[in-house]
């Protein structure tokens, strides 16, 4: 049986350069439905969660052959996912193109 990957994205709420590393926050999950019709819950998310700080990786596009950098800090609450993640390697440019507001925002994606 094959699982759909569901996806959500948000805006970045700060982007900020500390010693050459960007660090990044901004809501990963709201309640609200995403552009892909999705509601991501905050209980998939707790329920989930465990398993992604094993290896807190944040990924360009959802390539595991893309490792920008690691989740540093989250906080969920009754409504949603707050996520602090450091983007240590500059993967396709990806860097300049936050810097530049190219890219706003990323998604998560998870099995359900």
Known sequence: MSQKIIYFQTPFNSVETREGVLRIKW?????????YNSIVTVDAIRN???????NPLILLKHDMDKELGL???????????????EIMYDIDGVVQKIKDEVIKGFSIGFYP
Do not use: C, F
């Open 27 to 35: 809501m990963a999950s709201t309640p609200q439905i995403d552009r």
């Open 48 to 54: 989930g969660m465990s398993n992604y700080l094993k």
């Open 71 to 85: 989740m540093v800090d989250h906080s969920i609450t009754s409504l949603w996912l707050e996520i602090t993640a």
